[in-house]
């Protein structure tokens, strides 16, 4: 595949061109076309105010035009089922919340955190990875605290990505995971995932030309939205690729504990020698229902996590005190804290997946994560599925190209509800005549 690239290519002289039906706020007033110009009188001198080219230069954020359309839905009076959003709805564990409570009846937590976190986080962060992925960490620097995954990795794409490198991404990624290149000026090139081969790249597919200019590879298994869990020995080869060309390896590892049928996740830093190249994102917001909490951590290299300190210590205090108590106290008890987690998603996979089967979809049970990722029938894109399917039955799912082009033919269904609610969504697809072979009339 092309690079796909951020911002999009200018021709070197002449008029950049943007997409036809698309107001770029930077064009000059003389490039626009007379019937959109605003008169400008003689006597008026506020300039302009836009933002850089990076930022409007991004593509659309499809789940910004989700919320648009299930605004529209509701202002219509739809009672939706929303099964779009991939947010927790269960409370974090009350013993977290009693921790983080305690933690913040102590004065010493209010003032700014540490920048790289408590030494009580940190310390069960390497006590997780040490007992979990048997991978040994020095708790004072190769270990961070984040807060949240999601920002630490676009962080971590500002300390290694700029206007001269190209970032390596699956096409079928986690927003972030793409665009935070685009926010620094950098190109992505995107790497084909294929059911057939697990939805996991084929490293050999990347042309020469892109690996040279490539600084950076980001890798998420156990994958949203495909549900794919990688073997340690595709984190193996991985290592090898970014240890020979010198690329940073962001692996996000948001979903390591959400697996089911006796699968476990391996950690890509369980692989020898991956510290020279490897940041490693971990998560509380889906093992521990913390999304609120805004919490995580990275693990890697010593010389790598200074940069992205270095980052960190530019832009903000980080996650609050009382709140890495808590994150804390959940990894030092997290087998009893995880398991009614896990088999609570198990249990809602187990119905969506029946529920689609029934509809006609051959849909096979994802060994991980949060959601269940399925094929679109012929004869819609993803976002004209999405619109049928709230239309007809009041049910949100996510369009699947909002994980980038390669996920056009799909769509995903998020695991945020109880078995009674994915079957009433099952049973009014049903009613509405949407099924695999069924023409939706
Ligand atoms: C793959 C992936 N990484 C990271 C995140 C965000 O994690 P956090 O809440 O820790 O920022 C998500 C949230 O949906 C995700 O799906």
């Known amino acids: 595949m092309d690079i796909f690239r951020w911002p999009r290519p200018r021709p070197a002289r002449g008029r950049w061109q943007r997409p036809r039906g698309l107001m770029n706020p930077h064009t000059h007033p003389d490039e626009m076309p007379t019937s959109t110009r605003t008169p400008v009188s003689k006597t008026e001198s506020t300039a302009r105010l836009v933002p850089t080219r990076r930022l409007t230069d991004l593509p659309t954020y499809v789940f910004a035009w989700l919320d648009e359309l299930k605004a529209e839905a509701r202002a219509a009076g739809a009672d939706l089922i929303d099964l779009g959003m991939g947010n927790p709805d269960q409370p974090t564990p009350k013993p977290i919340i009693d921790a983080i409570a305690a933690a913040y009846a102590d004065p010493r937590t209010h003032g700014y955190p540490p920048f790289r976190g408590t030494e009580q986080f940190r310390q069960s962060a390497a006590g997780f990875m040490r007992r979990r992925f048997g991978v040994e960490l020095d708790a004072a620097r190769e270990v961070l605290c984040v807060s949240g995954a999601k920002e630490g990795i676009a962080q971590a794409t500002i300390a290694f990505a700029d206007e001269n490198t190209v970032s390596l991404v699956p ?43 490539a600084r950076l590879m980001v890798l998420n298994y156990p994958h949203n939205p495909t549900g794919a869990v990688a073997p340690l020995e595709f984190f193996r080869d991985a290592v090898a690729l970014c240890r020979e060309r010198g690329i940073l390896l962001i692996s996000d590892l948001a979903y390591s504990e959400l697996t089911f049928d006796g699968i476990t996740a391996p950690s890509a830093l369980q692989v020898p020698g991956a510290k020279d190249v490897v940041i490693e994102f971990h998560s509380f917001s889906k093992t521990f229902n913390m999304a609120g909490s805004r919490i995580g951590f990275a693990a890697g290299g010593r010389e790598l996590i200074d940069a992205l300190h270095a980052v960190r210590t530019n832009m903000g205090y980080g996650t609050p ?37 029934s509809l006609g979809w051959a849909a096979e049970p994802p060994h991980a994560t949060m959601f269940v990722w399925l094929p679109i029938p012929a004869g819609f894109g993803a976002q004209e599925w999405t619109r049928h399917v ?26 945020i509800a109880d078995p009674l609610v994915l079957g009433k969504a099952i049973d009014r697809l049903r009613a509405a005549g949407i099924g695999w072979l069924d023409t939706c009339s």
Not at 390 to 415: K, Y
């Open 321 to 357: 005190a009382p709140i890495q108590a808590g994150a804390a106290y959940a990894l030092d008890h997290i087998r009893e804290l995880e398991r009614p987690v896990v088999a609570r998603y198990a249990e809602r996979r187990d119905a969506v997946v029946d529920g689609f089967r």
């Open 171 to 213: 096409d079928i990624y986690y927003p972030v995971h793409a665009r935070a290149t685009g926010l620094v000026g950098g190109r992505t090139h995107l790497m084909a995932l294929r059911a057939d081969r697990g939805f996991l790249p084929d490293f050999r597919e990347i042309p020469s030309g892109v690996l040279r200019s």
């Open 390 to 415: 709230i239309d007809r039955a009041g049910v949100v799912v996510t369009p699947g190209n909002a994980f980038g082009p390669g996920g056009e033919r799909f769509f995903r269904v998020s695991l």
